[in-house]
């Protein structure tokens, strides 16, 4: 998957934003039973990244290598239902 997001912010306001952007999409797919890997580029040319691996049912995420406390296991998809 590949998500593109064009705005109206300025430099400095993106560079503001772009932790809580990348903070919010990693808390929604740290619920998932996936590896992703997210980078947000600003116009400035900064960036920030978060990047997860699944291992057994467990996602470890980079916050795994700094001490802090490491995500649950993530939670069985097989019997829920999606809305189409």
């Given at each position: 998957m590949n998500i593109r997001l064009v705005s109206t912010l300025t430099p400095e306001d993106e560079s503001l934003m772009a932790p809580a952007l990348l903070k919010a999409?990693?808390?929604?797919?740290?619920?998932?039973?996936?590896?992703?890997?997210?980078?947000?580029?600003t116009s400035d040319s900064s960036a920030v990244y978060e990047c997860a691996q699944l291992v057994g049912?467990?996602?470890l995420s980079e916050a795994?290598?700094?001490?802090?406390?490491?995500?649950?296991?993530?939670?069985?998809?097989?019997?829920?239902?999606?809305?189409?």
């Amino acid at each position: 998957m590949n998500i593109r997001l064009v705005s109206t912010l300025t430099p400095e306001d993106e560079s503001l934003m772009a932790p809580a952007l990348l903070k919010a999409l990693s808390g929604i797919l740290d619920m998932l039973p996936i590896a992703y890997a997210i980078r947000v580029n600003t116009s400035d040319s900064s960036a920030v990244y978060e990047c997860a691996q699944l291992v057994g049912h467990k996602v470890l995420s980079e916050a795994d290598t700094f001490g802090l406390e490491p995500p649950s296991v993530a939670p069985s998809f097989e019997s829920a239902e999606f809305d189409s």
